[in-house]
């Protein structure tokens, strides 16, 4: 249970300064359109919600049947690229013409936080 406080505490801090970082950039450089503060916020949210539920999920899968926790990421990661994709309809509805922008400020903190899902799934997996 230690090592699962550590790591949520570790993607909540990660999560916070790619999110300030990230905040910061759009602030100082205007680098996208108006609304994208709000859509970043929730962006975080999701994604921290998202990769929180699957590493916690895998991280009790391990502890009840080690042999499937290797799977349960697998198919957590397929999960989480159709909430994704979902999560995306709304906003690449409602302003057609900044896809791009919309689809390249989701991308980047998505790659970054599945980076660090991979890695640490990967050190909770190998310990076994």
Same mark, same amino acid.
């Given at each position: 249970m230690k090592k699962l406080l550590r790591s949520t505490l570790f993607l909540g801090f990660s999560c916070l300064l790619l999110y300030l970082g990230? &905040?910061?950039? =759009? &602030?100082e450089y205007r680098l996208a359109l108006a609304d994208l503060p709000d859509f !970043? /916020?929730? /962006?975080? +949210?999701?994604?921290?919600?998202?990769?929180w539920v699957s590493y916690t999920t895998v991280f009790f #899968?391990? $502890?009840? #049947?080690?042999?499937?926790?290797? %799977? *349960?990421? $697998?198919?957590?990661? @397929? #999960?989480? +690229?159709?909430? *994704? /994709? *979902? %999560?995306?309809?709304?906003?690449?509805q409602s302003n057609p013409v900044l896809k791009e922008q919309i =689809? +390249?400020?989701f991308m980047t903190p998505? +790659? !970054? @936080?599945? #980076?660090?899902? =991979?890695? &640490?799934v990967y050190e909770l997996l190998k310990n076994e």
């Amino acid at each position: 249970m230690k090592k699962l406080l550590r790591s949520t505490l570790f993607l909540g801090f990660s999560c916070l300064l790619l999110y300030l970082g990230h &905040q910061f950039l =759009v &602030q100082e450089y205007r680098l996208a359109l108006a609304d994208l503060p709000d859509f !970043l /916020t929730k /962006t975080y +949210l999701f994604l921290f919600l998202l990769n929180w539920v699957s590493y916690t999920t895998v991280f009790f #899968i391990r $502890l009840k #049947i080690p042999t499937k926790a290797g %799977f *349960a990421f $697998l198919g957590f990661s @397929l #999960i989480k +690229l159709m909430l *994704a /994709t *979902a %999560f995306l309809w709304f906003p690449l509805q409602s302003n057609p013409v900044l896809k791009e922008q919309i =689809v +390249l400020h989701f991308m980047t903190p998505y +790659l !970054l @936080l599945l #980076i660090w899902e =991979v890695s &640490q799934v990967y050190e909770l997996l190998k310990n076994e």
